[in-house]
């Protein structure tokens, strides 16, 4: 907390951001502002309420600190930044960005709030750092609305994949140690967010939906035709590492993928990979584009949790 201190004007929420994060990290069974003061030992919510809503702080500049802590305490030049969104149910309508919108909490779509945050997953360990607010259009076009629940003017509508590029772009401009950006479809199917990391000289896997576009030498397909078109001989099967339930990747599992070149530069080839066709359900599943300018084969995983490895020499 001392590294974050003088980001406070004021010695109270000074102390109550210290029992906030207290509270954040304990085993409490449900996290709010009357759990969180009352693990402060606090009679009622009114001082964290007062904290996140009115006391004067510099969130920006505390999730630099942050950052800059994480970096120090697990740098990794081999560091995946990681994209993700979660969401939080809500009962009414008047929580910033709330609206009946698919949140990966309930598995359906839901009355939620939705946030993307960024983690930096290194060898020793992973933290998020970096959040932001998905703030639908239903509040963005309503401004008397916005205004009502103390957002500045003139915030503009973002995309969740337009949230996660700013986010990796500050992070990356900061100095933050990382070689590869990872996420899931609504990230991956995305193509300004796939740029913007070729441009950046950074790689990528990233989920695409398997009737996404893949263009090569050979023309456009779609992943779930490019996979087919790969022979199984061309794919070694690799474990993913041990998971919760074990060992993963030890069964028969979806067919594997392709490998094809879609670009090149002065510095080295571009390349793209997607994998998981579902042999059951080809519609649905998703594949994972890969991207590097400097490595002679591609790995990602495939929809059953199998590292996949393709040869170069390959031609879709």
Same mark, same amino acid.
């Given at each position: 907390?001392?590294?974050?201190?003088?980001?406070?004007?004021?010695?109270?929420?000074?102390?109550?951001?210290?029992?906030?994060?207290?509270?954040?990290?304990?085993?409490?069974?449900?996290?709010?502002?009357?759990?969180?003061?009352?693990?402060?030992?606090?009679?009622?919510?009114?001082?964290?309420?007062?904290?996140?809503?009115?006391?004067?702080?510099?969130?920006?500049?505390?999730?630099?600190?942050?950052?800059?802590?994480?970096?120090?305490?697990?740098?990794?030049?081999?560091?995946?930044?990681?994209?993700?969104?979660?969401?939080?149910?809500?009962?009414?309508?008047?929580?910033?960005?709330?609206?009946?919108?698919?949140?990966?909490?309930?598995?359906?779509?839901?009355?939620?709030?939705?946030?993307?945050?960024?983690?930096?997953?290194?060898?020793?360990?992973?933290?998020?750092?970096?959040?932001?607010?998905?703030?639908?259009?239903?509040?963005?076009?309503?401004?008397?609305?916005?205004?009502?629940?103390?957002?500045?003017?003139?915030?503009?509508?973002?995309?969740?994949?337009?949230?996660?590029?700013?986010?990796?772009?500050?992070?990356?401009?900061?100095?933050?140690?990382?070689?590869?950006?990872?996420?899931?479809?609504?990230?991956?199917?995305?193509?300004?967010?796939?740029?913007?990391?070729?441009?950046?000289?950074?790689?990528?896997?990233?989920?695409?939906?398997?009737?996404?576009?893949?263009?090569?030498?050979?023309?456009?397909?779609?992943?779930?035709?490019?996979?087919?078109?790969?022979?199984?001989?061309?794919?070694?099967?690799?474990?993913?590492? *041990? /998971? &919760?339930?074990?060992?993963?990747? =030890?069964?028969?599992?979806?067919? $594997?993928?392709? %490998? +094809?070149? @879609?670009?090149?530069?002065? *510095? /080295? &080839?571009?390349?793209?990979?997607? =994998?998981?066709?579902?042999?059951? $359900?080809?519609? %649905? +599943?998703? @594949?994972?584009?890969?991207?590097?300018?400097?490595?002679?084969?591609?790995?990602?995983?495939?929809?059953?949790?199998?590292?996949?490895?393709?040869?170069?020499?390959?031609?879709?």
């Amino acid at each position: 907390m001392s590294r974050i201190a003088g980001r406070f004007a004021r010695g109270d929420p000074r102390r109550r951001a210290r029992h906030l994060v207290s509270g954040l990290l304990s085993d409490l069974p449900r996290k709010n502002c009357w759990t969180l003061a009352e693990h402060a030992g606090d009679a009622t919510p009114d001082g964290m309420q007062h904290l996140l809503h009115r006391a004067k702080w510099d969130a920006d500049a505390i999730r630099d600190d942050i950052r800059a802590y994480v970096v120090e305490h697990l740098h990794d030049t081999d560091a995946v930044l990681v994209v993700d969104e979660t969401g939080d149910l809500k009962k009414g309508t008047e929580t910033v960005g709330v609206q009946r919108q698919y949140t990966g909490t309930a598995g359906r779509i839901e009355n939620a709030q939705v946030a993307v945050y960024l983690v930096y997953s290194a060898a020793h360990g992973h933290a998020a750092i970096d959040r932001a607010l998905y703030v639908p259009r239903s509040w963005t076009e309503d401004p008397e609305r916005c205004r009502g629940a103390g957002i500045p003017d003139g915030l503009a509508f973002a995309t969740k994949p337009q949230l996660a590029a700013r986010m990796v772009a500050r992070a990356l401009d900061a100095g933050t140690p990382a070689r590869w950006v990872a996420g899931a479809e609504v990230y991956g199917d995305n193509p300004h967010l796939r740029a913007s990391l070729e441009d950046r000289r950074t790689g990528y896997v990233l989920a695409v939906s398997s009737t996404h576009p893949l263009v090569t030498h050979a023309g456009k397909f779609q992943a779930k035709d490019l996979a087919a078109r790969i022979p199984k001989r061309a794919w070694q099967r690799l474990s993913a590492g *041990t /998971g &919760a339930r074990g060992e993963r990747g =030890t069964t028969t599992g979806p067919r $594997s993928t392709f %490998t +094809a070149q @879609s670009g090149a530069s002065a *510095t /080295g &080839a571009c390349w793209s990979a997607a =994998t998981a066709e579902q042999a059951n $359900s080809p519609s %649905t +599943a998703a @594949s994972h584009p890969v991207w590097s300018h400097c490595l002679p084969w591609f790995t990602w995983l495939d929809g059953d949790g199998r590292w996949r490895r393709h040869s170069r020499r390959a031609r879709a």
